[in-house]
Nanobody, 120 residues
Framework: QVQLVESGGGLVHAGGSLRLSCAAS????????MGWYSQAPGKQRELVAG???????NYADSVKDRFTIYRDSAKNTVYLQMNSLNPADTAVYYC??????????????WGQGTQVTVSS
């Protein structure tokens, strides 16, 4: 089994910052990429930021220059530093891992989600 445990969500005023963390554990052979997705009420889940095993990153246009994704490969953990938050960032944030388990082909795994609420 693989578990993705997220932490760091909460309530913050506009202009504030939060840092999300996601730790992957289980019988993991290798992690190809990890990322963060957001889902606001009534909307589809969408990519916020991703990072691959070579530390290449990509971001949604709406968060460029405000959010930073980085990882600690030794801990199988990915972080999302979110600065200059605004109410439009309010959503449930989900961690995603694209990884190979021992004896299982490359697959996607999801965390349980963490709520981020930005008040105006």
């Amino acid at each position: 089994q693989v578990q993705l445990v997220e932490s760091g969500g909460g309530l913050v005023h506009a202009g504030g910052s939060l840092r999300l963390s996601c730790a992957a554990s289980g019988n993991i052979f290798s992690i190809n990429a990890m990322g963060w997705y957001s889902q606001a009420p009534g909307k589809q889940r969408e990519l916020v930021a991703g990072i691959n095993s070579g530390d290449s990153t990509n971001y949604a246009d709406s968060v460029k220059d405000r959010f930073t994704i980085y990882r600690d490969s030794a801990k199988n953990t990915v972080y999302l530093q979110m600065n200059s938050l605004n109410p439009a960032d309010t959503a449930v944030y989900y961690c995603n891992a694209h990884l190979i388990r021992v004896g299982v082909p490359l697959s996607d795994y999801w965390g349980q989600g963490t709520q981020v609420t930005v008040s105006s």
